[in-house]
């Protein structure tokens, strides 16, 4: 394996296993182990945990060593730590608080987007509730996934506002949360791929009102669906 490569799993391995909660806070990554366990060079460990440190997640300081940061000082939207983190016991909070700062961007950014959205951004808009229509059986499938994820990226392009659509990665977090955490139905809600058709109607039609308020109604009811089928579920504990 490349020294490339090899810095990848090391940074993929270490990440996942502090953003789930098997590397505890405090925690020590000691370099001798680390060679050892992945039978790399010190310089490739090095890169890996620049990379780690760029995110928040560890900490490298002399004679103490490589430290395991806690979860308030990691990089809250990157999309790394977004994904390593719903593998890891605190999953249902972090969803619901991804769910909470949706609600305060998507509604905005469809009314932006009922604005200033392009002739092909509407098109695409369409096309994504078509594919999300014709998916809707397998709604839990990463096939409807990319329809969805399609709308919801076009819709915060087309706010045509910078700060809104870098938020991207947030939200494609809470679907593909949703998706691959079985926390979505396997058939697709009728009220939901109407809202999403309205909103698209909204954005062609320049009609930011309804744009807005199909959108909230989507939030909401995507963090309310979430709810009801997490229910009484227990979390996962670290392994």
């Not at 760029?54 to 809250?76: H, K, N, T, Y």
């Not at 870098?166 to 809470?174: G, K, N, Q, T």
Request: glycine letters at 8%; charged letters at 25%.
């Amino acid at each position: 394996m490349s020294q490339n490569a090899l810095h990848d799993v090391i940074v993929e391995r270490w990440g996942a296993d502090i953003g789930a909660g098997r590397r505890a806070p405090g925690s020590r990554i000691v370099m001798d182990e680390a060679v050892s366990e992945f039978d790399a060079s010190r310089g490739a460990i090095r890169e890996a945990v620049r990379v780690l440190e760029s995110l928040g997640l560890v900490v490298s300081r002399q004679r103490v060593g490589i430290l395991v940061q806690p979860p308030e000082a990691w990089s809250p939207y990157d999309e790394r730590v977004l994904r390593w983190r719903l593998d890891g016991p605190g999953r249902a909070d972090l969803l619901q608080s991804l769910s909470e700062l949706r609600a305060a961007v998507e509604p905005v950014a469809a009314r932006l987007a009922a604005k200033h959205a392009t002739p092909e951004q509407c098109g695409a808009l369409t096309a994504s509730v078509i594919g999300m229509a014709s998916t809707s059986r397998s709604a839990d499938t990463d096939e409807y996934l990319a329809h969805d994820i399609a709308f919801h990226t076009t819709l915060l392009q087309a706010s045509r506002n910078v700060m809104l659509s870098s938020l991207s990665p947030i939200v494609v977090a809470v679907l593909e949360g949703r998706t691959h955490h079985a926390l979505m139905p396997g058939v697709a809600d009728p009220e939901a791929l109407r809202l999403h058709g309205e909103v698209a109607a909204g954005v062609q039609a320049g009609d930011a009102e309804l744009a807005e308020s199909a959108m909230r109604a989507i939030v909401a009811e995507s963090s309310e669906a979430m709810e009801s089928i997490h229910g009484g579920r227990s979390e996962p504990a670290p392994e």
